[in-house]
Structure formats: structure tokens, C-alpha cells
Nanobody, 123 residues
């Protein structure tokens, strides 16, 4: 069974720079794209940043220059370094990964989600 476990959230002052981590575990054969999403109260879940297994990154326009996504393929872990946080960054941050597994001799990939970690930015 595959699991994604996030850590690093909490209460942060405006201007702070926390780092979120998300570790994937289980019978993993490969991890393709890993990403961070967030969902603020009353809003839809939105993409924050994504990174391919080769290190190519993509960011939402509002986070370009403030957030940095990275990954450690050996540890099956993705990180989100957040800088210059604003109160509007308050949200539950979710890790997402496209993970390939084998079931017997059959390979398939699917999306997995973490449980989410709350980030609250105080002004």
C-alpha cells in the first residue's frame, strides 16, 4: 500500500519561510510527477507547484519567485520551500504524486494524495 505523509506545517508569522516535506512509502516502482496543492477555506484546491522525476518544475503564477519545489528521488520525498509568506497563503497544503506500482506482473500508475498539512500565516 502506498502512502504520502506530509510534515512541516503549522502557525507561521507573515514573512516566514517554512519548508514542507512529503515522503512516499510502500511498494513503489516509480514516481513520476510530484506536486503540491493547497486549499483555502471556501475555495477550490489549486496547484502550487509540480516537479518531474527529471527535475523540471512548474509553478502557479502567484507563487513564482516565492516558493521552490524540489525532490530527493532516493528518498521518494518532495519539498516545498515557502518564503515571504502572506496571510493569503493560509491553507491546507496537500502532496500529490503519480506513482507506478506492480500488481503481480501488471504495471499501473495512479494519483495518490497525502492527508494534508495546515499552514496558517498570521499577520
Amino acid at each position: 500500500q502506498v502512502q504520502l505523509v506530509e510534515s512541516g506545517g503549522g502557525l507561521v508569522q507573515a514573512g516566514g519561510s517554512p519548508r514542507l516535506s512529503c515522503a512516499a512509502s510502500g511498494r513503489i516502482f516509480s514516481i513520476n510527477i510530484m506536486a503540491w496543492y493547497r486549499q483555502a477555506p471556501g475555495k477550490q484546491r489549486e496547484l502550487v507547484a509540480a516537479i518531474t522525476s527529471g527535475g523540471r518544475t512548474n509553478y502557479a503564477d502567484s507563487e513564482k519567485g516565492r516558493f521552490t519545489i524540489s525532490r530527493d528521488n532516493a528518498k521518494n520525498t518532495v519539498y516545498l520551500q515557502m518564503n515571504s509568506l502572506k496571510p493569503e497563503d493560509t491553507a491546507v497544503y496537500y502532496c500529490n504524486a503519480d506513482i507506478g506500482v506492480y500488481s503481480g506482473t501488471t504495471y499501473y500508475s495512479r494519483d495518490y494524495w497525502g492527508q494534508g498539512t495546515q499552514v496558517t500565516v498570521s499577520s
